[in-house]
């Protein structure tokens, strides 16, 4: 858009802007004499304001231009020659504001920069307590800062708003800063001025949208808050469209309720100045004479005006007002102009004691009507000028203290006012009775004494017409949060029949209509327009406004306007210049402005004693309209009329000649498209722009047909859905569907009503900035979505009430309800169909849709004024093509609807009524008889009709008739349609599948057959995705997601599923829900459940469900899962066609059982076959055996928590035949068993000190046992007797390790896709572990990050067919390692499940001495049956204990090289060094364990001599045991510095290698152990070199008694377990290396230590 704003280029100089172009013209003039005068600038003006006279110019680059009469500099500058305001250039000025006699601007910073007279300290700046500062020539900064946050933050402005005396200042947060004088400030405060801005704590909290300045009042416009009960909306609505009446605004609107009883008073009555309190800072002095040139001029008032200025001596200062009389000095400037001087005084009257009904008589006087007779204005001047410069409308100020409130009644001194010839005159105010006046006092003075000041304004004004009467609610006090405002805010109306348009929050970016207008200030004049001419000392809500959608409020000198989405303008306030636009005078509540037929208002501004409206009108072009003063042509006034006015009269003289009704000023239309209205003083001003391009008109037209859309969609629901909507309500006579739909087509307008007031106010505010505005930001282009959703929604709820005929009822209720307003609403049928007269609520209902293509074409408008290859033609042509696209889309869908609407009329009848629903269209039928059934009979009839969203198939049909006696209803989302190929018996035929039955039809001819497979394609495309517009026949999509219920017989019959569908059958993820409560939710496959899946199984006995969690096959339990029984048992293992089959563990619950126990073993068909380990929890005893058919049956273990032990065989559930009985004691029975714990047969008993009896054994172990035998004495010579240790040996009936957990290890077996252990093929095992690892990565969504991570690392297949070397073997040990950390490989999976029943078997009950060989030997056929399955993985590796060879060397290798590699070591592959690393330190608690168990009185012996011996020193303890003093260490190192060893010195020698000793307690595998021993040898002998040579070698006589020394100090706990673990599971390629020479070393010290008697 900058292009065309620059010059041409072969012009050599520049040409005037086309946009922002200044027009301005005095107001008070002769109409037929008013000629605007355009100023003339080289840059757009931006924005323009005006005070009383002078104003302010903001141009395009920031900069700052000043006119009229600067009375702070005693100049006056013509409007055409505007003086630039040097001060502000660089300061980037983004707003400007002009008071009365003052000047505000912004910069884009936020910061405030004020200048003009400060008498009243409205520029809020001072000279630290001078009194010189009563004016700031130049613009100086004020800084706004937040006290209240720690630290005190400086608060950025967006907008400034300017009266006489105060300012206004609107923060980003959205709240009012004031400073100045009076109480239009809001503040809570009694000193005068304020020249720090302030908070108004009022509307702290509140989101305030805009504020504008009166001469002595304020408003603001306030976003309601949320509303606070939607439980009925029919009632809000009532309200909100009652409330757009003035007329129910004052007579009928609900009282406000009080919402606090400690509220400030806020009257405006004149109260005496002499109060109790503060005096203002300043000195009431004599003001400084201010000139002006021209015209009668007069300073502003005082800082005593309005700011209920108090003495603290109890002498009142009462003001003077300075008055422009008239009298003109005969002094004339050079340039011949008349200049009069300004006379301004202050005098003070004496206080006089008079009784009280005086003072009631004085207080009646205030209040009363006006006691003079109003005269006229002498002419054409400033006809508000007396007004201006003498109202005075004193009021309280807004302390908490009542002592003001006090005294200002039982002041003694009458209130006068003196003129300039001395007379009194009282001051006026409304008519009150005296009676009421004086209850009101009496009222207010019991109130006072309870220390609680309430509202006076709850007086019935009988003098006053009904339709100013009303109750005001008072002010409230600000001393609370935020959240405690919100609740004691008033409360906002509601926008429709619901609560939809309040969803629509502004913070979407467009502008919010749930507006509040609040006001405060003097109200003399009845600008507060709460119904009376009280002042009010804080923001008050204006009732009556509320639920008007106020978009903006604009303040004149004594009166107020409200610009409200509907384009409607409401005035209150003065009106003795016809400056509200109707002839009520005086106005005290908002009442509309009378408005020509066809003008929409969209720009108010208002000025002293006019008002200047901007308005749409029949062009797209806006025009002008004017409310106030017209004056005719008169001759000079003479003086003497100019002193006949009273200097106290406190509202503007009644002009003689006014508008009664805005007038539209002609020169309107030769000024160019205006954007913004501005007035102030006498004076208006406009700015406009020519049409460049079209572009501006264009934005014109847009905005204007939005506020025009706007307009009849409020005024349709306003006259038409409400009244039938409350209609239908009361008596519903639609019907039971139509009066929903009705409901829903009422709802979903209101919906796109409030989006249109929104947008269409969103462009009003566009066009005030059209300059400073992107055109890409409009609502229409970054909003695009909404207004799509919304108009869709729209349609299709007015479709739906079509298609039911909703129209015909409607049209029926219409006449009931309104037939007297016909007329009214064929008015607003804009369609050319309502030719006869009648409304066609059709087409009325369907015009917006219209819209749409207006947006089109006006974006398409807005494009053709760029470049093509800008950003803002890209935009606005895509814009343009959505909103084109979706208006055909919706006319289409328009159409499908009158078409179904026909067809069901044509088809009426019972039959067809059950086929009828609101969303369903017709999209072709067969009556025709061009479709039929294959193979169907002679004279059978078939009716086949597509919708939208099924395919209806009726048998013994007769269309005509609409006539069927059966019918099927196939629904699309669950249709497959497909061409079948022409055979010779050319039939056109198209296949149907569905869920549960498949057919064929036939067509009639080839054209046929494709428009049916077109339509029905299309409509399957539709109802899927709603987006695609038609597919090629056949494309439709085979793979989908869609519901269905079954309904034939079968597993599914009568179940509900959700999910994906394959060619008619369901396959891929969904849920299946039955009616008896069985809910499945999983992988599907052909139909059936396969794959992963979540099962619920309703238990009626039990009342609660079973749930399982696993894999699924062919419909059926199968592969690994976990399953929850309702009786509180779980089962986690494999399946095999529903059956517990394989491996699996059972964990009883307490619901249904006695005990509590759990099973870990084999399963075979639900069975517990094969060897399996059992914790009987409640019996303590854990049994580690062989199973058949649930019962024990074979060899096993039995141990119990009382320690003993029992192997042997087990028959029937019982133990039975030979076993070995092992006590806690070592006692040992072995015998023959019948029982559990009963002997009955042969036997030995071995006691512990080796006495035997041998005989026939019965009876219990736990109760006694009969013995008949003989006892035999063991002899202390006899020898070693090989049959009885052969009777003692433990592990001959227990089953062997090899055989145990086969089961698991079968299990690994099968998830690599093998049959058995060994048979199968490498890749395929290969591929299943690269799917199951993808599988668990993508269908896992709770997996960490690390764990993502592993997962993506195991998907890579490694190198496995390859011949293993040194080079790759590195490779797969770490792959083996990733493999193992996640239970989603099946290696990982196998080492989870081995933990968990070694775990089982050897923790708790199992953890038993005699147990630890069976669970070392456990150990060992672990690595045994692990190792063949990476071997079948990795076929390369070697077998156990085999070498890995070398990589074949490089021809290049040098000699060198090759030497290394023979020096160095080979590689030897076992399967403990490979796997044992990974199983070890998992089953490394319960096993060492045992080994403590085993060792355990060993170990109390070596624990006994470690603590002795540790008490002796260094050298002695080196001494005892034998040390050479040539390895004693002389000097240790403590912190770096060296300390000589003394003899009493303890661990002070070899601390290195005692300290890596004790790190074998850290370590977990053999290997890992042998090199802590390997390297506290290398620590020994380095510390020990510095003593030796360096060529020193260790013998074992010197070594031995050196590491013992090192083994004592290291104090290792269970050092003997260590020991026994490393020498049971080392590798036994290291046992005769050096490793096992270090570790037969350590072995020896430990047994040294505890066989060393002498210790």
């Avoid at 087990?1210 to 009963?1238: A, C, I, Q, Y």
């Avoid at 990982?1388 to 030997?1417: C, D, I, K, P």
């Avoid at 006589?1597 to 004592?1608: G, H, I, Q, T």
């Amino acid at each position: 858009m900058e292009n065309r704003e620059e010059s041409p280029a072969d012009e050599p100089a520049p040409t005037p802007p086309e946009q922002g172009l200044l027009h301005i013209w005095q107001s008070a003039g002769p109409s037929a004499q008013l000629c605007p005068e355009r100023v003339l600038l080289s840059r757009p003006v931006l924005q323009a304001t005006l005070g009383e006279h002078h104003g302010l110019l903001l141009t395009q680059g920031g900069q700052v231009y000043s006119f009229g009469e600067l009375l702070w500099r005693d100049l006056s500058i013509p409007v055409s020659a505007p003086v630039l305001e040097v001060s502000l250039l660089g300061k980037t000025v983004v707003r400007v504001a002009a008071g009365g006699f003052h000047c505000g601007a912004l910069s884009e910073q936020g910061n405030v920069y004020m200048w003009g007279e400060n008498t009243a300290g409205q520029c809020g700046l001072t000279e630290r307590g001078t009194i010189t500062n009563i004016t700031v020539p130049e613009p100086c900064q004020v800084t706004v800062v937040d006290s209240e946050v720690v630290p005190p933050a400086v608060v950025r402005v967006l907008d400034l708003a300017l009266g006489r005396e105060h300012s206004l200042a609107l923060s980003a947060q959205k709240e009012v800063w004031a400073w100045g004088s009076g109480c239009q400030l809001g503040l809570v405060t009694n000193n005068f001025p304020v020249w720090r801005p302030q908070k108004v704590e009022h509307l702290a909290g509140r989101h305030v949208i805009q504020v504008s300045c009166g001469a002595y009042h304020s408003l603001a416009l306030v976003r309601s808050l949320p509303p606070q009960n939607s439980q009925n909306p029919t009632k809000s609505t009532e309200k909100r469209e009652r409330g757009r009446s003035p007329h129910y605004a004052v007579t009928e609107r609900e009282e406000p309720l009080a919402v606090d009883a400690g509220h400030y008073c806020p009257l405006g009555v004149e109260l005496n100045e002499v109060m109790t309190g503060e005096t203002s800072p300043r000195t009431r002095g004599p003001r400084r004479r201010l000139q002006s040139r021209g015209r009668s001029a007069g300073s502003s008032p005082g800082s005593a005006a309005g700011s209920c200025p108090f003495s603290e001596n109890g002498k009142s200062n009462t003001k003077q007002k300075n008055l422009s009389v008239g009298q003109t000095h005969p002094l004339t400037d050079t340039d011949g102009s008349p200049k009069s001087h300004l006379l301004s005084g202050w005098e003070a009257n004496k206080n006089s004691a008079f009784p009280d009904e005086l003072e009631l008589q004085n207080l009646l006087q205030k209040l009363s009507s006006h006691s003079f007779e109003m005269r006229h204005t002498t002419g054409p001047g400033d006809t508000d000028s007396l007004s201006s410069y003498t109202s005075d409308d004193s009021c309280v100020s807004s302390t908490p203290s009542t002592d003001l409130l006090t005294s200002s009644y039982k002041d003694d001194s009458p209130i006068k006012s003196q003129n300039n010839n001395g007379v009194a005159v009282p001051y006026s105010s409304s008519p009150v009775c005296l009676e009421e006046v004086r209850l009101c006092l009496e009222a207010e003075k019991q109130t006072l004494q309870g220390q609680k000041s309430s509202s006076l304004t709850n007086i019935n004004q009988k003098g006053r017409a009904a339709t100013n009467r009303r109750r005001s609610l008072p002010g409230i006090p600000t001393r609370g949060s935020p959240r405690q405002l919100r609740s004691c805010a008033c409360r906002p109306s509601s926008a429709g029949w619901s609560q939809v348009a309040a969803a629509e929050e502004a913070g979407d970016g467009l502008p919010s209509l749930e507006t509040e207008v609040w006001s405060w200030g003097r109200g003399s004049e009845g600008q507060l327009g709460h119904g009376d001419q009280l002042a009010r000392l804080q923001p008050l809500c204006i009732k009556s406004l509320t639920g008007e959608e106020v978009i903006k409020v604009a303040t004149g000198s004594h009166h107020s306007l409200a610009l409200t989405a509907h384009c409607q303008v409401y005035s209150w306030g003065s009106n003795m210049c016809g400056q509200l636009g109707h002839v009520n005078s005086p106005v005290t509540v908002p009442q509309q402005a009378k408005l020509s037929d066809g003008l929409r208002v969209w720009d108010v501004s208002a000025g002293q004693s006019h008002s200047l409206l901007l308005a749409d009108g029949d062009c797209v072009q806006p025009v002008l309209l004017y409310c106030g003063q017209q004056q005719e042509p008169t001759s000079a006034p003479s003086p003497r009329s100019h002193q006949s006015q009273s200097s106290c009269q406190r509202s503007p003289n009644r002009a003689e000649s006014y508008t009664v009704r805005p007038t539209l000023l002609p020169f309107c239309m030769e000024m160019g498209y205006i954007s913004t209205v501005c007035s102030g003083g006498q004076s208006c001003a406009v700015l406009a722009d020519q049409n460049v391009m079209g572009f501006i008109s264009a934005i014109h037209e847009l905005a204007s047909r939005e506020r025009q859309f706007y307009c009849w969609s409020s005024t349709v629901m306003e006259r038409l859905l409400t009244p039938l909507r409350n209609r239908e309500i009361v008596s519903p006579s639609l019907g039971e569907p139509c009066t929903h739909l009705f409901f829903s087509v009422c709802e979903s307008f209101v919906r796109l009503s409030v989006l249109i007031g929104r947008h269409s106010t969103s462009l009003s505010y566009f066009l005030h900035d059209v300059q400073g505005c992107d055109v890409t930001s409009l609502p229409l282009l970054t909003h695009a979505e909404h207004f799509m959703d919304i108009y869709k929604e729209y349609c299709s709820s007015v479709g739906d009430f079509h298609v039911m005929g909703g129209f015909r009822s409607l049209h029926k209720l219409s006449l009931e309800c309104l037939g007297s307003q016909q007329t009214m609403l064929a008015q607003l049928c804009v369609s050319d169909q309502s030719v006869s007269g009648d409304v066609d609520l059709g087409s009325l209902l369907y015009w917006p849709l219209q819209q749409l293509h207006q947006y089109s074409r006006v974006l398409l408008k807005l494009a053709a004024c760029y470049d093509v290859l800008t950003t803002e033609y890209q935009s606005l042509h895509q814009g343009c093509g959505q909103y084109d696209s979706l208006s055909l889309s919706l006319l289409r869908k328009k159409k499908e609807a009158e078409t179904t609407f026909l067809f069901w009329k044509t088809h009426s009848g019972k039959t067809t009524e059950v086929l009828r629903l609101p969303q369903r269209r017709v999209v072709c039928e067969s009556s025709n008889r061009s479709l039929t059934l294959q193979n169907a009979g002679r004279f059978s009839n078939h009716w086949f009709i597509l919708f939208n969203d099924t395919l209806v198939h009726t048998q013994a049909a007769i269309p005509s008739q609409s006539l069927f006696s059966t019918h099927h209803v196939y629904p699309l989302t669950c249709l497959w349609a497909k061409p079948l190929t022409e055979d010779s018996s050319g039939l056109y035929a198209i296949k149907i599948t569905c869920p549960e039955e498949s057919f064929t039809l036939v067509a009639s001819t080839p054209q046929e057959k494709n428009k049916w497979l077109r339509s029905i394609n299309q409509a399957v495309d539709q109802v899927l995705s709603g987006a695609s517009q038609g597919s090629s026949p056949g494309m439709t999509a085979m793979s989908r997601t869609a519901s269905y219920t079954f309904t034939g017989e079968g597993r599914f019959k009568d179940a509900q599923y959700n999910g994906s569908w394959l060619a008619g059958r369901v396959n891929g993820r969904g849920t299946m829900k039955w009616p008896d409560g069985r809910i499945y939710n999983g992988n599907f496959k052909k139909g059936q459940e396969d794959g992963y899946g979540e099962c619920i199984i309703p238990n009626k006995v039990l009342k609660k469900p079973d749930t399982y969690q696993g894999h699924w096959r062919d419909g059926k339990i199968h592969g690994f899962g976990k399953y929850k029984y309702a009786s509180g048992e779980v089962y986690e293992g494999c399946f095999c066609d529903g059956h517990r089959h394989g491996y699996g563990m059972l964990s009883s619950g307490r619901l249904t059982k006695n005990s509590s126990s759990v099973f870990i073993g084999q399963w075979v068909h639900d069975k517990k076959t094969g060897y399996g380990v059992y914790d009987d929890i409640t019996r303590g005893e854990k049994y580690m055996g062989l199973w058949l058919d649930e019962q024990r049956h074979g060899s096993a273990v039995v141990v119990t928590q009382c320690g003993v032990y029992y192997e042997g065989t087990f028959r029937d559930n019982k133990m039975s035949g030979p076993g070995l009985l092992m006590s806690d004691d070592d006692t040992v029975l072995h015998g023959e068993f019948s029982d559990d714990w009963t002997v009955n047969g042969k036997g030995v008993l071995f006691q512990a000190n080796g006495d035997c009896l041998q005989g026939l054994f019965s009876g219990e172990w736990t109760t006694g046992l009969k013995v008949v035998g003989t006892y035999t004495k063991l002899a202390a010579d006899e020898p070693e007797n090989k049959e009885r240790n052969s009777l003692l040996k433990l592990g001959q009936y227990m089953v062997p390790a090899g055989q145990r957990w086969l089961c698991v290890f079968d299990e690994c077996w099968s998830r690599l896709g093998c049959d058995a252990p060994g048979r199968g093929e490498r890749s395929v095992a290969w591929d299943n572990i690269a799917v199951t690892i993808t599988t668990a990565r993508r269908q896992s969504p709770d997996l960490s990050r690390s764990q993502r991570k592993v997962l993506e690392c195991l998907e890579c297949i490694p190198q496995h067919g390859e011949p293993v070397t040194t080079a790759n073997y590195d490779n797969i040990r770490r792959y083996l390692i990733k493999a193992c950390e996640t239970p989603h490989h099946p290696l990982g999976w196998l080492v989870e499940t081995l933990v968990t029943a070694y775990r089982m078997t050897y923790v708790g009950v199992g953890s038993n001495r005699r147990l630890l060989n069976q669970a070392v030997q456990e150990v060992l056929a672990y690595l045994t049956h692990f190792y063949s399955i990476v071997r079948f993985l990795f076929s390369g590796l070697p077998d156990d204990g085999g070498i890995i060879p070398e990589p074949p060397a490089s021809p290049s290798r040098s000699r060198h090289s090759s030497k290394i590699a023979e020096q160095n070591s080979v590689v030897v592959v076992s399967c403990s060094s490979l796997l044992l690393p990974q199983l070890l330190p998992r089953l490394y608690p319960p096993l060492f364990t045992l080994y403590c168990l085993q060792e355990e009185q060993k170990e109390a012996q070596y624990w006994e001599r470690i603590l002795r011996l540790n008490k002796q020193p260094d050298q002695s303890l080196l001494s005892f045991l034998g040390v050479q003093e040539k390895f004693w260490p002389v000097w240790m190192s403590i912190l770096g510095e060296k300390k000589q060893i003394v003899s009493s010195s303890k661990d002070a020698c070899f601390v290195f290698a005692v300290e890596t000793l004790q790190q074998i307690s850290t370590t977990f595998t053999p290997s890992d152990k042998l090199l802590v021993i390997q390297k506290t040898f290398e620590e020994l002998t380095q510390e020990v070199k510095p003593m030796l040579n360096s060529n020193f070698l260790w013998c074992m006589d010197d070594l031995l008694p050196l590491f013992l020394y090192v083994v004592l100090r290291a104090r290792i706990r269970n050092l003997g377990a260590e020991i026994s673990l490393i020498e049971d599971l080392m590798d036994p390629n290291v046992q005769h290396g050096e490793m096992g020479l270090m570790f037969t070393t350590l072995k020896a010290c430990y047994i040294q230590i505890q066989h060393e008697s002498a210790m």
